[in-house]
Each structure stands twice: as C-alpha cells, then as structure tokens.
Nanobody, 126 residues
Framework: QVQLVESGGALVQAGGSLRLSCAAS????????MAWFRQAPGKEREFVGY???????YYADSVKGRFTLSRDNALITVYLQMNSLKPEDTAVYYC????????????????????WGQGTQVTVSS
C-alpha cells in the first residue's frame, strides 16, 4: 500500500553530519505524517522524531538541538539532518508512516505506525 525507502546512511566521525532521506510511494494520500525511528543491536526501536505535512515537528530529547526534520510535500519525501553526531547515535534508522486516523500522543510508539522502510545504517566512530 505504501512503500518507504531510506537513504543517506554512512560511517562518520563524531561531530560530523549526515542527511537521511525517505521517499514514499504508493497510496501516499492516506499518510498523515512521517516519522523516524532508530534501532541499535540488542536495543528496542527508539523514536527519533516526526513531521506532519504542515511542517509541525516533534523530537526525542536525545536529539533535540542536533537533528532537524524537513519535508518536500511534492516529492513526498522527508529528510533527517543530523548534526553533531555522537557514537550513541549509531543505529539503523527507519522511516515510517501511519495511514490510520491519528491518535493524539501516539506518535512516539513504534506500534503506532503501519509501514516501514528497510532502514539505513548510521555509524558514528570516535
């Protein structure tokens, strides 16, 4: 129904920057917002941030001030600009979206979302 493809992951040194992209296709008209999660080996999938098509954003405390989400509504693409990267940011980063009616406050839970991309690896070295 909806396909999501992430790109932009790489190996960078601490303090560096990366820009991740997530392109959506399929029944994109049903999407209300897009979000980013990340997952390190042996860890739970962690909320990073979300953005609505109107540009409203919300970030996890761990990335506030360092990560910025943006979007291109025409291309149905969202971006995650990551600055001042830390080794603890190392993870597979996943793009996701919800196609069901929104529930206030539910966006920080992985189970809230319907479709996921394949993930892109971000590795931050010391």
């Amino acid at each position: 129904q909806v396909q999501l493809v992430e790109s932009g992951g790489a190996l960078v040194q601490a303090g560096g920057s990366l820009r991740l992209s997530c392109a959506a296709s399929g029944r994109t008209a049903s999407m209300y917002a897009m979000a980013w999660f990340r997952q390190a080996p042996g860890k739970e999938r962690e909320f990073v941030g979300y953005i609505t098509w109107s540009g409203r954003t919300y970030y996890a405390d761990s990335v506030k001030g360092r990560f910025t989400l943006s979007r291109d509504n025409a291309l149905i693409t969202v971006y995650l600009q990551m600055n001042s990267l830390k080794p603890e940011d190392t993870a597979v980063y996943y793009c996701t979206t919800r196609t069901k009616p929104p529930i206030p406050g539910g966006y920080s839970s992985a189970n809230y979302y319907d479709y996921w991309g394949q993930g892109t690896q971000v590795t931050v070295s010391s």
